[in-house]
């Protein structure tokens, strides 16, 4: 027996005094005992002791006046104490006993059956349980705080993937109340049919599936990537059988993987841009030069008409090479508090007679306050400009829908601007922004990586999504200058 069981404080709660010194006396013949033993006789200070966890054990009769044992039972349960309660009666009773054990108590004993060896078995037993069940409710409160304040999504379904617990985190990453998630199932979330069918082969084969990457689905219809985490319970069979996981958040990691990639293909781009340009430039200028000088020496006007078209186009390279140039490189921006609902307004007003020309329905949607930004007014309009002009040109006459919405989120200002027009194939979404990359036929593609550089000169992150034959999203977040 530990050191803390013979210290253990115990209550007698009986309203016969004669009881309690006989029942006193066979705790104190318990060799090697320490124990401390108090008497109440009092229903109500008992309740009182039981409230305030004064004892490490309880003994109580099972008749105490207008109440019972059984009363101080249900009210033991009632404030959800741990400390174990033995009940006491005169005779034995098995429907009482019964009830006994449902309520809790940790032994029912007859007093008339009493002996010290009884006695010393009852309180070993009594004190050594209640402290196992002190430490898996320990335990399992810890593991329940860990599951409850995990950031990342922490769940349990059955072997068909019905969820049966869930934590609080998935309203966080996509947007469900735990009540709704409860009634679902997992594969409603996974956006691919490839990665339900791998899931489900992947647990029946191994059990498990680890790091596994998914696109889910929220509430609102946003894409979220994530990595899925799952273990199927070992040795049960698949119809009782449970799957545990975790859900992980990487979108935020894969937007800055998408943006350094992006970054370094620009970088790469300007790179080789700059070293075409100066290859190209010098022997272009000796052509143009040699050209000037034959133009005065010439005089057959045949001839001259060569020329001419030798020098316009001369020309047209070299503007072109100044252009390409001009988008490889970032200018200098000078950025100052701006409202960004101004800057919409002006994009507006420069694109409102395409809007009336292709009969484009417009709608605006703005923030009750107005947002913040540091940005170069004039640079920056261009660029949104851009994007607004590309839209307009991609949606239908009479029957386009322009729709832009400004609002705030996590100290951020998101500016989304969204059509129905013809919409881009998942495969050139990520060479939107690349030079010279364009679906229109005369397009020259320099208009988005000269709207990128832009953007990206003001700390703003951009996302588009598409849908062929729906339409195109881009959606800009700026950093709040508030």
Wanted: net charge negative; charged share 25%; proline share 2%.
């Amino acid at each position: 027996m530990s050191l803390a069981n013979t210290n253990a404080k115990i209550l007698i709660i009986d309203d016969d005094e004669d009881d309690f010194f006989i029942t006193s006396e066979y705790i104190k013949e318990i060799p090697g005992n320490s124990y401390k033993i108090e008497w109440c006789r009092n229903y109500n200070t008992a309740l009182n002791h039981l409230q305030s966890n004064d004892y490490d054990l309880y003994f109580v009769d099972y008749r105490l006046g207008a109440k019972s044992g059984v009363d101080f039972l249900k009210a033991a349960q009632q404030f959800n104490v741990e400390e174990p309660i033995v009940l006491l009666t005169g005779q034995g009773n098995y429907n009482v006993d019964i009830q006994a054990m449902k309520l809790g108590a940790v032994d029912y004993l007859v007093k008339t059956d009493l002996s010290i060896e009884k006695m010393e078995r009852c309180i070993r037993y009594a004190l050594e349980h209640a402290a196992t069940l002190k430490a898996l409710r320990t335990n399992e409160r810890k593991y329940r705080n860990i599951f409850e304040k995990s950031k990342d999504v922490v769940f349990v379904t059955n072997f068909l993937f019905d969820f049966k617990d869930v934590n609080n985190a998935v309203q966080t990453l996509l947007g469900y109340e735990k009540e709704e998630v409860l009634k679902m199932n997992l594969s409603d979330l996974i956006g691919q049919e490839q990665h339900k069918k791998f899931l489900r082969q992947a647990l029946v084969y191994n059990n498990q599936v680890n790091d596994m990457e998914v696109i889910m689905t929220t509430r609102s219809g946003e894409k979220k990537y994530c990595i899925l985490n799952v273990t199927m319970e070992e040795g049960l069979d698949l119809e009782n059988g449970y799957v545990q996981g975790i859900i992980h958040d990487i979108s935020n990691l894969k937007k800055m993987e998408k943006a350094t990639l992006l970054g370094e293909k620009l970088a790469a781009a300007g790179r080789l841009v700059r070293t075409i340009a100066h290859e190209v430039r010098n022997p272009l200028n000796n052509i143009t030069l040699s050209v000037e000088q034959m133009q005065h020496e010439i005089k057959d006007e045949h001839l001259q008409l060569y020329m001419n078209i030798i020098q316009r186009n001369g020309k047209r390279i070299s503007d072109l090479i100044s252009e390409l140039l001009n988008t490889s490189h970032p200018a200098e921006h000078i950025l100052q508090k701006q409202t960004i609902q101004n800057i919409i307004d002006d994009v507006i007003a420069a694109s409102i007679d395409r809007l009336t020309l292709k009969q484009i329905k417009l709608e605006v949607n703005y923030s009750d306050t107005p947002e913040i930004i540091l940005a170069d007014k004039e640079k920056l309009k261009l660029a949104l400009l851009n994007i607004v002009i590309n839209a307009i040109e991609a949606m239908e006459d009479k029957k386009g829908k322009l729709k832009i919405d400004v609002y705030h989120l996590n100290k951020n200002v998101v500016l989304v601007i969204s059509d129905n027009g013809v919409g881009i194939p998942e495969e050139h979404i990520s060479k939107l922004f690349e030079p010279y990359f364009t679906q229109k036929r005369n397009g020259v593609g320099l208009g988005l990586t000269f709207t990128l550089n832009i953007l990206q000169a003001h700390k703003a992150n951009i996302e588009v999504s598409s849908q062929p034959g729906v339409g195109t999203t881009f959606t800009i977040t700026f950093p709040s200058a508030l």
